[in-house]
Structures are given as C-alpha cells and as structure tokens.
C-alpha cells in the first residue's frame, strides 16, 4: 500500500511518459516483499498475514 501512495504522491511531478516509468520503478519491488511473501502463504495456510511493513 505504501508504494501505491507514493506513486500516486509523485505523479503530478512527472510528465505523462515519465510517471509510467517511475510508478513501475516504485511497485517493481512489491512482489518479492516478506508481507506479499507472507500474505500468499497465509492464504494457502488459511491463516490471517501477520504484516509487518516490509
């Protein structure tokens, strides 16, 4: 969520083209964080994710 909200923040600081480029950089590291990690586990283990912002 918190690289949701700052691509969102930072947007208006880039052109068109250029806020593409930047939002992927900001999201790129999303799926290989511990809380997706842990999130998809706890799915299959149908337990609730214990996030803890990493």
Request: proline fraction near 4%; aromatic fraction near 6%; hydrophobic fraction near 40%.
């Amino acid at each position: 969520m918190a690289a949701v909200k700052r691509a969102v923040t930072e947007r208006t600081a880039f052109r068109d083209e250029d806020a593409f480029v930047e939002q992927d950089r900001i999201v790129a590291s999303v799926p290989a964080s511990h809380d997706v990690r842990d999130d998809a586990r706890a799915l299959t283990e149908k337990r609730a994710p214990h996030w803890q912002g990493r």
